[in-house]
Nanobody, 121 residues
Framework: QVQLVNSGGGLVQAGGSLKLSCAVSGNIASINVMGWYRQAPGNQRELVANITSGGSTNYKDSVKGRITISRDNAKNTVYLQMSSLKPEDTAVYYC???????????????WGQGTQVTVSS
């Protein structure tokens, strides 16, 4: 069984910073893409950033220069460092991890439980 555990999030004033983390545990053979998505009320879930096992990154245009995704392969953890936060960044943030589990479990595509980020003006 493979599980994701989120931490971070909370309330911050505009211009502030927050760091999210998402740790993967279980019987893992490999982790491929790790990413962060967000969903604001009334909106669809959207990609914020993702990172491949080789370290290639992809960002939503509106967060470039303000948000950085990174991963620690030794800890099976992905991070989202958010700076210069704006009220429009307010959303529930979800991590997403794609990989392969050992044994019969095979490929997985898992979502974290979501963490609220609220940016006040």
């Amino acid at each position: 069984q493979v599980q994701l555990v989120n931490s971070g999030g909370g309330l911050v004033q505009a211009g502030g910073s927050l760091k999210l983390s998402c740790a993967v545990s279980g019987n893992i053979a490999s982790i491929n893409v790790m990413g962060w998505y967000r969903q604001a009320p009334g909106n669809q879930r959207e990609l914020v950033a993702n990172i491949t096992s080789g370290g290639s990154t992809n960002y939503k245009d509106s967060v470039k220069g303000r948000i950085t995704i990174s991963r620690d392969n030794a800890k099976n953890t992905v991070y989202l460092q958010m700076s210069s936060l704006k009220p429009e960044d307010t959303a529930v943030y979800y991590c997403n991890v794609q990989g392969v589990a050992r044994g019969y479990l095979g490929p997985f595509n898992l979502w974290g439980q979501g963490t609220q980020v609220t940016v006040s003006s």
